[in-house]
């Protein structure tokens, strides 16, 4: 859930932050040096599969934790994702108009 709120307050409509710069945030907000790798991408593909359920129930992309943002659509991440590599794509052009 920390992810999740992470992500709906911090990565704004039309922007886009690498994993690396999310683990940095949520690093520096609880003063540690760093997150682990591993846990971040695990729980970030919970997030993504969580919000991903909630648009395919009917919820405006607006209601979600905006995972696109974050899991570029050329990561390994983005391809085991059931949202795919092309709706990633898709949102991330519909945000730049």
């Not at 390994?76 to 108009?97: D, H, M, N, S």
């Amino acid at each position: 859930m920390e992810l999740e709120d992470y992500l709906k307050s911090h990565v704004p409509y039309g922007t886009r932050k690498e994993i690396q710069q999310v683990r940095r945030e949520l690093a520096a907000l609880h003063g540690a040096d760093a997150t682990c790798p591993v846990s971040t991408a695990i729980f970030l593909r919970t997030v993504a599969e969580a919000a991903w359920d909630e648009i395919c129930g009917g919820k405006a992309t607006t209601e979600v934790a905006p995972f696109w943002r974050v899991i570029d659509p050329k990561s390994p991440l983005a391809k085991k994702l059931r949202a795919g590599v092309q709706w990633i794509e898709q949102q991330r052009l519909a945000e730049q108009a």
